[in-house]
C-alpha cells in the first residue's frame, strides 16, 4: 500500500467514525448516514482508491469534468451524485451520468429533466436544493418558492422527489449551522405533512465541517470532499 494510499484510507476512517460518533450522540444508527465523498477535485485513480477503501456514494460539481473523469464506467455498486449546480443545457448529460441530482433549484431545470426522462422512458431521482440560510452567492431555491417547484416536480411523472439538500454558510462557529440544518429538516416534514404519498427519506446536508451538526439535526447524507481529499 502507497504513502498517499495509506492517508486516504486514514482520513476516510477518521470520517466514518465522526459520524459513529455524532450519530450515537443524536441516539442514531451511523448505518443511517450516507457519506458522500465530493470527489470533484481529485482524479480516477483516486476515485478508485477510495473505493477500494469502500467508499460508494461519489459527488461531482461539474458536468463536462465528470463525464471525462469517468469516460470509463464505474463499478456497477457505485452511486453517483451531482452536488454543483446544473445548467438546463447540460441536463442530458447529466442525466446519462448521474444516479442521483441534487441541485435541482428551479422550474426551467424541473421541465427540462422531465423531458429528458421523457425521451429515454426512465424515472430521474432528484433532491430540491433549498438555500435555507437566503445567502445570496449560493444555489438553491428560496423559502418562498418551495411549494410552487415541488408542485411542478408532483406534476412531472418522470421525476422522482426523494428528499431535499441544503449547504450551510461557512461559519467559525459550526453551532450557528444548527438552524439551518433544523430548518431543511422542519421543511421536508412540513411536506410530507401536506403531501403523504411524498415520502422524502432523504436529507442531504453537512460537509466537513459540520457534518456532526447536520447528523444530530437528521441528516441521512453528509458530503465530505477536504476531510477526506485533503
Do not use: W
Not at 60 to 83: C, F, G, M, Q, S
Not at 189 to 195: E, I, N, P, S
Amino acid at each position: 500500500m502507497s504513502e498517499s494510499t495509506a492517508g486516504l484510507n486514514e482520513r476516510i476512517e477518521v470520517v466514518r467514525s465522526r459520524i459513529a460518533r455524532a450519530a450515537t450522540l443524536a441516539g442514531r444508527s451511523a448505518s443511517e448516514v450516507t457519506l458522500v465523498a465530493v470527489s470533484k477535485t481529485v482524479d480516477r485513480a483516486t476515485v478508485n482508491a477510495a473505493h477500494g477503501a469502500g467508499l460508494r456514494s461519489f459527488g461531482e460539481n461539474r458536468v463536462a469534468d465528470a463525464r471525462a473523469k469517468y469516460a470509463d464506467p464505474l463499478p456497477t455498486d457505485v452511486e453517483l451524485h451531482l452536488i454543483g449546480q446544473l445548467q438546463t443545457n447540460k441536463a442530458g448529460h447529466a442525466v446519462e451520468l448521474f444516479d442521483l441530482i441534487e441541485s435541482v433549484d428551479r422550474a426551467s431545470l424541473i421541465a427540462e429533466l422531465q423531458k429528458q426522462g421523457e425521451r429515454r422512458d426512465r424515472t430521474i431521482e432528484i433532491l430540491l436544493q433549498v438555500n435555507i440560510a437566503g445567502e445570496e452567492q449560493k444555489a438553491g431555491c428560496g423559502l418562498a418558492e418551495v411549494d410552487d417547484l415541488v408542485a411542478s416536480i408532483r406534476q412531472a411523472p418522470k421525476l422522482s422527489l426523494r428528499g431535499l439538500m441544503t449547504i450551510a454558510p461557512l461559519v467559525d462557529d459550526v453551532q450557528a449551522t444548527r438552524p439551518v440544518f433544523a430548518g431543511l429538516r422542519s421543511v421536508r416534514d412540513d411536506l410530507v405533512a401536506r403531501y403523504p404519498e411524498l415520502k422524502l427519506p432523504i436529507l442531504s446536508m453537512g460537509m466537513s465541517n459540520d457534518l456532526e451538526m447536520a447528523i444530530e439535526e437528521g441528516a441521512t447524507h453528509v458530503r465530505v470532499g477536504r476531510a477526506i481529499f485533503g
